[in-house]
């Protein structure tokens, strides 16, 4: 079946520096790739979403490349925020589920001013 | 427009009881889906409805726990008897349809069973 590996949080990091979280995904159709973030008390939210191989995808300058060779979807931001502080899940979709997502099990990222 | 609503938002049980969750999905989607969140398992999908349809009933999930979709615009999630394993978030998340459109989750349930 459909999988998605990402990070294993924590990951701690000071205002300022840069983030990745790594996701990698195995299916054997053609997914649909999505980042989502949850804010603590809130439900996940999309991020951002891509659905062709190769693009990249962005928001609130969050960005993620869709390497279908490598089969990864890494998440990365160049300078982070207190505000960035949220759970962050990795997740695919096939047409073949209809809206079904596989998610990963979510990357905790803590950020100190 | 008004996004998922789920209530309660906090619901405490003794072991053995039952319990009911509530979702209002966004106006107009097609799609529900039920999830259980911990921080062991990430989110795990409970059920998934279509035009109010069951297309899906997680497996592991089914013995008690049961959703239902009573109209277009509501549904419940029951479990019974909960157990204290059962402790988690339950979150509620609708969709457009037609094809890998957007989840909206609403701000889910915090059950604790004692």
């Known amino acids: 079946g459909d999988s998605v590996t990402q990070t294993e949080g924590p990951v701690t990091l000071s205002e300022g520096t840069s983030l990745t979280v790594n996701c990698s995904y195995e299916?054997?159709?053609?997914?649909?790739l999505f980042w989502y973030v949850q804010y603590p008390g809130e439900g996940p939210q999309l991020l951002f979403k891509?659905?062709?191989?190769?693009e990249k995808g962005s928001n609130r300058g969050f960005e993620a490349t869709y390497n279908k060779e490598a089969t990864s979807f890494h998440l990365q931001k160049a300078s982070v925020q207190e505000s960035d502080s949220a759970v962050y899940y990795c997740?695919?979709?096939?047409?073949?589920?209809?809206?079904?997502?596989?998610f990963g099990i979510g990357t905790r990222v803590l950020v100190r001013p | 427009d008004a996004g998922v609503t789920q209530t309660p938002r906090h619901e405490v049980a003794e072991k053995g009881q039952t319990i009911i969750l509530k979702c209002e999905p966004v106006s107009g989607h097609n799609d529900l889906f039920w999830y259980r969140q911990t921080k062991i398992q990430g989110l795990e999908l409970l059920s998934y409805f279509r035009s109010k349809s069951l297309m899906e009933d997680g497996g592991a999930f089914k013995d008690r726990f049961k959703a239902e979709m009573l109209n277009s615009s509501f549904s419940t999630l029951k479990i019974q008897p909960t157990e204290p394993k059962d402790s988690a978030v339950y979150l509620c998340?609708?969709?457009?349809?037609?094809?890998?459109?957007?989840?909206?989750f609403g701000p889910g349930t915090r059950l604790t069973v004692l």
């Open positions: 891509v659905p062709k191989a190769n």
């Open positions: 998340a609708s969709s457009l349809g037609g094809g890998l459109y957007e989840q909206y």
């Open positions: 997740a695919l979709g096939v047409n073949s589920a209809g809206n079904k997502l596989t």
């Open positions: 299916t054997k159709q053609y997914p649909t």
